[in-house]
């Protein structure tokens, strides 16, 4: 079935004229079946044939992405997964959406996600959650769910997505993706619902580290659009592939956390290979990420409660009764914590916990090229679980705020695979700023020389 | 230790309208995330400065010239208003004028 | 009973005329639009993903600005967000200056006296409501043309001392904006909004009030004088009461010729200002701020010092012809031509501001001089032709010439006349004159 192959292998075969996209378009058709149940997809593209077929001359050839719908699409119906935005058709594209389309990608549907990226569970979605399609029972996690989802399932060749706090790399994890949440500022948010505007980042969802790779050279750099975005040369992260990693000095964190027990003895003996590999592993003491769920909690709450202002319903969608319980939870909470008497107290505060959080980067990097671990404390929770707590997405994202918060670039490659459950862990391996490529490198290797992707070992799954 | 948020000022504040059934419900919301939230006074912030960006970008400014490939026409900003007239958007009258 | 002397301070808002809007690349244009939202795009129209990106110069032209008024600048400083919700702020929220605006602590002078500028800063504009009423409902109808573009704000500190005082700081600085080609401050459309913080107290006395009432929503220096000193009254007759005058907005009504109430403010409104995480901060250098002081034009008061001073021009000339930077650029040419020809720079002037000569600004100096010794202008006159007129005159009216010698010297007039009509041709007074005398000595 050709929506089983990787976005590299269809380019490879669509150039060698092995396959064509009438018969990926059908095969893809099919797996649309799973919508109903696993609720994957909230817009279908009915122009992705005509799209394609212009595009098909250009790099990425008329192939169809599925694009987390946070992302302004011409033409193309733009909710965040809420009602607010139901009737919200842009007359405008994302500049990660306009470039893809120039370099030939088409539009394949929009994908569920946490509303308003609020969670870590697509479970807030104000139409309905999305399945995790590894284990129906378990959520895909989130805010990117439907997107990792598409791309677990086979309903899309690859996908796009956002984090703001784990919003890639944590449902890339419950799915058993790729997710490559590259450095703040390299990746324009023009046309993005804005969520945190200070670490918001967009970024490829994948089912290889290949793939992630290519999709990242098509998105990043500098855009006159978006003030955030950064000038520095973007590399060739393909040219990051397949490269050794030997000599390279990597710091494992985070490995004393309370609560990891049930996954800690099945990630460890994970970090072999990269001593096979050639590279020096070591544990390494980081700040508590405790604190980063505090900080990202006050950033990201007085950020969006400024950022969802716009949402009246005069100009576009609907007005503001409209909001789901999470988006008025985390709205009034960041108007109380910038509001008079409170903001030195909270907002200010936690700027500084920020700053702390990058000089210990600055002094881990000192010392480590790369750094690793837990993407999530567990395996993807059961149906229902985001419920049982107000702060259920942050602590779920404990493990992946303080690089978010930092602007660090980080990648969720499978890491171990449970057979019973058919449930995923995900390695989150991260880097310093502007140093996706040797990321990149140390991803590649390791996915190349384990087990755990279920396309590159397709036959041995 | 429970911190009271006064939660319909701080609706009202954040334009969104709540049921007094909701307010109850928000207030436990809120007292759960400040709970975790009052954890950060515990560190020690001396002498640090606060970083609301983390890019170390300055003076990113644009030259003063007419984007035409960005700008609508009338239609286009139009387009997805629920209520309009005469090319204008349409909202009910605010009573208080400024 | 009580002398009370007032204690007002002014912010003006004027509108840059940069090309593009404040933080997007729209047309900035919203008096001359000739249709409503046709300016807009996802920035200023506050869409789903809009981000702003600071316009170069409008920052520069603040700068400048506070330069000119003499102002430190803010070597450091940042955009901030203002949230609150009105139909005509697209975002939820202005961007705007709080702790950290691009100039502060300047002063601008008046004939009435100094005005401290407490600060200079920039920020975007909202967008323009109108209200109707259709199918009998109340609605207020937007148009987003003229969200975004660049405002400039400009705050005193609390020197105005009168009417005149509050008049005079307003016209000063709106010679300022257009001279130097930043603003048009149309008052009428809205391109320059003036409001005044007004309280008395006692004389004499140096704590500030305890209150202000705001005036807002002036669009003419006239209205304002008026207002302030309505107020100024309306507020002696409440503190005589014993009362204190509340806390609030307050407009003009022009026919009524009284203020009235428009809001009043229960506590202060609490914008929730933090820095705005989509505009990376500015810094400027001294090279910077002193490449920018030497762009400076010579502003209107300096160079209306050096007209009277050098030129001898009156002031009420000056004021007229100082209105606008380029006619002023262009009077200074002509008067620097002129005073070159020794010809009188003042009836000049007289003669351009009281349109006694067709010229237009723009026209070369050759021309309008020409046009200006016209008006004066005399045939040469041949001097052994005039001799021979006067003796002719003089020996006709020996009467004339015997009551001249005994004192009558206003008889001299009448020489004049006859050498003038037998001359038969426009000559200069002067020339006659010296010649006439000399003959009767």
Known sequence: MLNTLTLTEVLGKLKRKEISHAELFADLQKSYAQNEKLNIFLTMNDKLAEDSEAATTKALMGVPLAIKDNFCTTGLRTTASSTVLDTFIPQYDSTVTRRLKEAGAAIQGKTNMDAWAHGSSTETSQYGRTLNPRNPEHLPGGSSGGSAAAVAADMAIAAIGSETAGSIRQPSAWCGTVGLKPTYGRVSRYGVVSMASSTDSPGPITKTVEDAALLLNHIAGHDPYDGTSSTNPVDDYTQALGQSIEGLKIGVIYMDIPGLAEVKSLFEPQLKVFEELGAHVEYAQAMDPNHAIGVYTVVQRSEVSSNLARYDGVRYGNDRSHFGDEAKRRIMLGTYTLSKGYADKYYLLAQKVRTLFLQDFARLFQKYDILVSLTSPGFAKKIGASESSAMFGELEDMLVEPSSITGLPGINVPCYHDPKTNLYLGMNIMAPMWHESEMISVADAFEKHTSWNSWRNAEKQ | MKTQIPVSHIAKLANIPITSDEEQKLQAAFEETLAVVEELQAVDVTDVQPTFQVTGLENVTREDTIDETRMFTQEQALANARATADGYFVVPQIISQD | MTEYQLVCGMEVHAELKTATKMFCGCKNDPFHAPKPNIYTCPVCLGMPGGLPVANRTAIEWTIKLGVALGCKINLFSHFDRKNYFYPDLPKGYQISQYDQPFCYDGKLETEFGPVRIRRIHLEEDTAKLLHKTIDGKKVSLIDFNRSSVPLIEIVTEPDIISPEHAKAYGKTLRQILRFMDIADCDMEQGGMRLEANVSIRPVGEKELPVYKVELKNINSFRFLEKAVAYEMERQARELNEGKTPIQETRGWNDDKGETFTQRVKEDAEDYRYFPDPDLPP???????????????????????????????????YADVLLDERETADWADQLFAAAAQKQLKVNALANAIVNKKIAVKVGDNAD??????????????????????????????????????????????????????????KKVDMQVVKNAIERKLQ
Not at chain 3, 285 to 299: F, H, K, M, R, V
Not at chain 3, 396 to 418: L, P, R, S
Request: proline letters at 2%; a negative charge.
């Open chain 3, 367 to 424: 021309t309008v001089l020409t046009a200006f010794t016209a008006l004066h202008q005399t045939d040469s006159v041949d001097e052994n032709e005039l001799l021979q007129i006067i003796e002719a005159v003089i020996a006709e009216n020996a009467d004339a010439v015997a009551q001249y010698k005994a004192g009558k010297t206003q008889i001299f007039g009448f020489f004049m006349g006859q050498v003038q009509r037998r001359l038969g």
């Open chain 3, 282 to 316: 500015l810094r400027f250098t001294e090279e910077q701020i002193n490449e920018w002081c030497a762009e400076l034009p010579e502003l209107p008061a300096v160079r209306k010092d050096r007209w009277m001073a050098d030129y001898h021009i009156d002031a009420k």
